[in-house]
């Protein structure tokens, strides 16, 4: 009969076989390590828009330790289809109180990768709640200081919803960061059409040039834009 450590050993095996891991080095050396699924839907992994906007927030417009400022430090953040988590994580590490959210399915994996990578957080918090896009925004409010998204104009069905979260959950002072990768096949072009006519009724969006982003982690491909309601 096993024994309680064996039965121990073998539920952690059990539980470690359902991830691998990505390590992003952040700029003070430390390091994230966020727990993938090898087995799910595009929000198991940490895709590369992800790390794109993740370092963008660790550069010096945002974060810069030797000059006594940080942006971060205290700011309420709400991350939008966080999937690993990895975005909200970097901003908690940088002190701000965050909130990740995404669907119901994904919130082990949030749980897991907060507790994976908590003893990087001092002054900072994080925590994970569900939000599936269009419903009822409440247990957010007020409205956050930053909403973070990165890769959520993917699927052409979640396009209005998305939107009709933004619309809800940011204020006039609520900066929005997007972060997505320009996809050419198939349908892409079409949803992100779709996704910039929907919000431009109601925001304005600048793009960010690559000098702005961090110098190894950027890409042609992915995009940054600063989003803020119309007055």
Request: proline residues 5%; contains cysteine; hydrophobic residues 40%.
């Amino acid at each position: 009969m096993p024994t309680v450590s064996t039965l121990a050993n073998m539920a952690a095996e059990i539980e470690a076989s359902k991830y691998f891991v990505r390590e992003i080095e952040k700029n003070d050396g430390c390091v994230l390590r966020m727990k993938q699924c090898y087995i799910g839907d595009v929000g198991c992994v940490v895709w590369d828009a992800a790390i794109v906007l993740s370092k963008y927030l660790e550069t010096k417009q945002f974060y810069n330790p030797s000059a006594g400022a940080n942006v971060w430090c205290g700011r309420t953040v709400v991350e939008l289809g966080a999937g690993t988590g990895v975005v909200g994580l970097m901003a908690a590490t940088l002190g701000a109180q965050v909130m990740v959210t995404d669907l119901e399915d994904l919130q082990s994996l949030l749980d897991a990768n907060i507790q994976e990578n908590k003893s990087l957080i001092k002054s900072g918090s994080i925590s994970a709640k569900v939000l599936k896009w269009g419903e009822d925004v409440s247990e957010l409010l007020p409205p956050p200081h930053y909403i973070l998204m990165a890769d959520c104009i993917y699927y052409e069905q979640s396009i209005g919803p998305l939107v009709e979260t933004l619309k809800q959950l940011s204020g006039p002072e609520t900066s929005i960061i997007c972060c997505y990768e320009q996809r050419t096949e198939g349908i892409n072009p079409e949803v992100e059409g779709k996704f910039f006519e929907l919000l431009q009724q109601n925001f304005s969006c600048e793009k960010i040039p690559s000098d702005k982003q961090d110098p190894e982690f950027s890409c042609p491909d992915i995009h940054i834009l600063h989003i803020r309601r119309k007055d």
